[in-house]
């Protein structure tokens, strides 16, 4: 039988690794019972998974067991740790005065939560919402079904960032939709984005302009659904329960957000 050997000094920088250890809590020490695994050795076997997609029970970690890096990882999604770190390194760090909404779909067995057959790319599977900043990092995430609009996840971005300013945003054409530049303008948000042909050829008033400049901007956030997809657990859901794979998509933003600042 031949073992695989898995690169794990590879996976993570120690600026990232030392960064996440921060945020993340130590395991509680019962006053009886074994002896509590190292928070280091925890993380080291979840972002294993993560990362390459593997069983919890093949993992191979030095002093701890997959089973306990699988009881750990739970434990934080329950608390939903994961989101609220995310959250609080994109609110202090990024700035979304220009900024960009995007989805992509991750392919995924059908499970009754949170999966939808997607006509676009022919595959059941979970849609992602990123709405980023101008440099394409995720500042808020949201999830549905593969089949769901992806106008639908727009007032839910809005919702979430009502209280920062937002003067612009990049979006494609498969975000058209005359209704929604109407309630953004309300809101003093400028849609910037390309109009299919022939689109609100009827409509009198001025015409809607597309900034190419700040529009290639766009193109960062289709990186960074490339940097989170670099993570096998994230682009397969293997997951039934919809907490666990969200909680695999906040990990890795939280990655991706550790690279990219400087603290």
Same mark, same amino acid.
Request: proline share 3%; aromatic share 12%; with cysteine.
């Given at each position: 039988?031949?073992?695989?050997?898995?690169?794990?000094?590879?996976?993570?920088?120690?600026?990232?690794?030392?960064?996440?250890?921060?945020?993340?809590?130590?395991?509680?020490?019962?006053?009886?019972?074994?002896?509590?695994?190292?928070?280091?050795?925890?993380?080291?076997?979840?972002?294993?998974?993560?990362?390459?997609?593997?069983?919890?029970?093949?993992?191979?970690?030095?002093?701890?067991?997959?089973?306990?890096?699988?009881?750990?990882?739970?434990?934080?999604?329950?608390?939903?740790?994961?989101?609220?770190?995310?959250?609080?390194?994109?609110?202090?760090?990024?700035?979304?005065?220009?900024?960009?909404?995007?989805?992509?779909?991750?392919?995924?067995?059908?499970?009754?939560?949170?999966?939808?057959? &997607?006509?676009? +790319?022919? @595959?059941? /599977?979970? *849609?992602?919402?990123?709405?980023?900043?101008?440099?394409? =990092?995720?500042?808020? $995430?949201?999830?549905?079904?593969?089949?769901?609009?992806?106008?639908?996840?727009?007032?839910?971005?809005?919702?979430?960032?009502?209280?920062?300013?937002?003067?612009?945003?990049?979006?494609?054409?498969?975000?058209?939709?005359?209704?929604?530049?109407?309630?953004?303008?309300?809101?003093?948000?400028?849609?910037?984005?390309?109009?299919?042909? &022939?689109?609100? +050829?009827? @409509?009198? /008033?001025? *015409?809607?302009?597309?900034?190419?400049?700040?529009?290639? =901007?766009?193109?960062? $956030?289709?990186?960074?659904?490339?940097?989170?997809?670099?993570?096998?657990?994230?682009?397969?859901?293997?997951?039934?329960?919809?907490?666990?794979?969200?909680?695999?998509?906040?990990?890795?933003?939280?990655?991706?957000?550790?690279?990219?600042?400087?603290?």
């Amino acid at each position: 039988y031949f073992e695989r050997k898995l690169p794990m000094k590879n996976i993570l920088s120690s600026k990232v690794e030392n960064q996440l250890l921060g945020f993340l809590p130590n395991p509680k020490q019962l006053k009886t019972g074994r002896k509590r695994c190292q928070k280091k050795a925890l993380l080291q076997g979840i972002i294993v998974v993560l990362k390459y997609d593997i069983p919890w029970n093949d993992l191979d970690i030095p002093g701890a067991s997959g089973t306990s890096c699988w009881r750990y990882f739970k434990e934080l999604c329950r608390r939903g740790l994961f989101k609220l770190v995310c959250e609080a390194i994109a609110h202090e760090n990024l700035n979304i005065k220009v900024c960009s909404i995007d989805s992509s779909v991750a392919t995924s067995f059908n499970f009754k939560d949170l999966v939808g057959f &997607n006509g676009k +790319h022919k @595959k059941y /599977g979970t *849609k992602i919402s990123v709405l980023s900043d101008a440099n394409g =990092l995720p500042y808020d $995430i949201e999830f549905g079904k593969g089949s769901i609009h992806d106008l639908t996840f727009v007032p839910k971005h809005m919702g979430n960032t009502a209280k920062i300013r937002k003067s612009l945003v990049n979006m494609d054409k498969g975000y058209t939709s005359i209704d929604l530049r109407r309630n953004l303008a309300l809101k003093k948000i400028k849609v910037n984005m390309e109009t299919r042909k &022939n689109d609100y +050829h009827h @409509k009198r /008033g001025p *015409k809607f302009k597309l900034n190419q400049q700040i529009y290639k =901007l766009r193109f960062n $956030i289709e990186k960074t659904f490339g940097w989170l997809k670099a993570f096998k657990r994230v682009r397969t859901r293997k997951d039934r329960y919809s907490a666990f794979f969200k909680g695999f998509v906040y990990l890795s933003a939280i990655i991706v957000l550790i690279r990219n600042i400087e603290f």
